[in-house]
């Protein structure tokens, strides 16, 4: 079955770092467009950054420009968010999220993950 499977999440202080793994089975992973979204209890779900099936084109939102990279590696079926310089409005819980390269971006994504905390501490 579909798994996503995100990892790397926890407590780190204002200014520090993490990366968030999320391991994918069950379905094609190079034909899937992958995502990291965020939410905060009571918020609705933020997108925060977006990658390509071949990794050659990735998006962000503002609020993480130059602090976050998303990456993926398709031979393993992982992708990655690397968090630098991170801030306390940065706490969350981190979803990944794949859809289909043949589904139109109004058809949101398909499979997601269970989610993983990131706690900055000021």
């Known amino acids: 079955q579909v798994q996503l499977v995100e990892s790397g999440g926890g407590l780190v202080q204002a200014g520090g770092s993490l990366r968030l793994s999320c391991a994918a089975s069950g379905f094609t992973f190079r034909n899937f467009r992958m995502a990291w979204f965020r939410q905060v209890s009571g918020k609705d779900r933020d997108l925060v950054a977006t990658?390509?099936?071949?990794?050659?084109?990735?998006d962000y939102a503002d609020s993480v420009k130059g602090r976050f990279t998303i990456s993926r590696d398709n031979a393993r079926n992982t992708v990655h968010l690397q968090m630098n310089s991170l801030r306390p409005a940065d706490t969350a819980v981190y979803y990944c999220?794949?859809?289909?390269?043949?589904?139109?971006?109004?058809?949101?994504?398909?499979?997601w993950g269970q989610g993983t905390q990131v706690t900055v501490s000021s």
């Open positions: 999220a794949a859809r289909p390269v043949w589904l139109a971006r109004q058809s949101g994504y398909t499979y």
């Open positions: 990658i390509s099936w071949s990794g050659d084109s990735t």
